[in-house]
Nanobody, 120 residues
């Protein structure tokens, strides 16, 4: 199993930047594909970006493409979400999630979330 703890959220003005971090426990971090999701008030949770186990393949939602970048540092057991050119619509609780190699499209492990608020 893996435990995930997000950090880095906060209040930022539109056009600003934030970097979210997700620290994973355990020694098997490199065996998990990782992703970021978000959930805005009154809306369903939506996919933001994912990165494969090696970090060589990433995919982002159209809504954040060109603005958000997912990355991972296996030495630190951490996955990041660099968010630039933030908009009010990016306001949400952001969650990181992990998927095992056996089920790479199923995110079985989730963090508690970190709030991102973008003021317009």
């Amino acid at each position: 199993q893996v435990q995930l703890v997000e950090s880095g959220g906060g209040l930022v003005q539109a056009g600003g930047s934030l970097r979210l971090s997700c620290a994973a426990s355990g020694r098997t971090f490199s065996t998990y594909a990782m992703a970021w999701f978000r959930q805005a008030p009154g809306k369903e949770r939506e996919f933001v970006a994912r990165i494969n186990r090696s970090g060589g393949s990433i995919y982002s939602a159209d809504s954040v493409k060109g603005r958000f970048t997912i990355s991972r540092d296996s030495a630190k057991n951490t996955v990041y979400l660099q968010m630039n050119s933030l908009k009010a619509d990016d306001t949400a609780v952001y969650y990181c999630a992990a998927a095992t190699a056996a089920a790479p499209q199923t995110y079985s492990y989730w963090g508690q979330g970190t709030q991102v608020t973008v003021s317009s």
